[in-house]
């Protein structure tokens, strides 16, 4: 079985317990499992809302000013006549 791994239970133990302490163990177990993954989600959840929460704050630099065009001056030829 899946939890008999998490439980630390050999399957010799588990076949030697009685039906409803086996039944009992499955309950307890199933509980604990629900138990964490509301925890997880809780968790994700609030994570989830404060990265939203950064991100809705977040504005990009504006680069535009930043870049200015080159100024040369072109160089004046004389043409010959």
Not at 15 to 23: A, H, K, S, V
Not at 37 to 53: C, S, T
Request: proline content about 7%; aromatic content about 12%; overall charge negative.
């Amino acid at each position: 079985m899946v939890f008999t791994k998490d439980l630390n239970v050999t399957p010799v133990e588990l076949d030697q317990l009685e039906f409803w302490r086996i039944e009992s163990i499955i309950k307890s177990y199933e509980e604990f499992i629900e138990e964490k993954n509301k925890n997880e989600k809780e968790q994700h959840d609030a994570q989830e809302a404060e990265m939203k929460k950064q991100q809705s704050s977040y504005s990009p630099p504006n680069y535009s000013n930043s870049f200015k065009t080159p100024s040369f001056n072109m160089p004046t030829f004389n043409m010959p006549k």
